[in-house]
């Protein structure tokens, strides 16, 4: 299969992955304690599939100190998009309201334009989660193998952070096609980064591929420094350690 059906077929996963979380937010309500669990779980994921195939496969194409000055640039460039995201304290409220409703957690309710800027608010922080993922896993498209643990990763936090999105939306008046349509619309556009990852850096030198692999690598544990083990924390902190070991022995036995 080509980079580019291969690269197309995993982002239209990606983004169904966004669609899922929307439908059972529309239909359900989880307990805290469960939607914590799952956070941290994909968490460690995430931090395996990091740690066991971006990392490693970098260093490898990009050798040790490319890979070093990646993993600062990426790191460094999601802060700075998320400082940028949450500039004043009614932002990073509307930032982090997807992670409260998660939780099940009540929101207050809101209307007219506020409603249409705290959707739009969840919206760019799922961008700004999601892109620098699916260009992570295109990239292991485009190095010739997909990345499991990364991919599982993924999915679980796109199921969860997507209904989070979805349940402050649907509760502040808008409809549940409206939540549902948002959602989707993300999706495509994450679904575009997977297949940018994994068609326009396809045939670059190894050095180049091994450097985006390493800055994509810095953006998602940025990702899951700053928007997931810190908000799981704050539901089940008892438990994060060992919902996050789990996570990242799942993604040691995906790789």
Known sequence: MSNLGASLGWGIVIGASLLLGAVVAAAIKLPSRVAAIITAFGGGILLAAIALELVPEADEMAGVWLTALGLLVGTLAYVGADAWLTRDKSAE??????????????????????????????????????????????????????????????????VVEAYGAAQPIITGGRSKRFAIGLLGGIGIALAAA??????????????????????????????????????????????????????????????
């Open 93 to 158: 409220t509307m930032r982090r309201s997807g992670h409260a409703a998660a939780a099940g957690q009540p929101m207050t309710m809101h209307s007219g334009d506020a409603d249409a800027a705290r959707g739009e608010s969840i919206a760019a922080g799922l961008f700004v989660d999601g892109v620098p993922e699916s260009i992570a896993l295109g990239l292991t498209v485009a190095e010739g193998a997909i990345g499991f643990a990364l991919l599982v990763g993924i999915l679980v936090g796109n």
């Open 194 to 255: 997977t297949v940018l990852g994994g068609t326009v850096l396809a045939d670059a030198s190894p050095a180049l591929i091994g450097s985006a692999q390493a800055i994509a690598a810095g953006a998602v544990l940025a990702v899951v420094s700053i928007s997931i083990i810190p908000h799981a924390f704050s539901q089940v902190s008892s438990l994060v350690a060992s919902a996050s070991v789990l996570g990242f022995i799942s993604g040691y036995l995906l790789t």
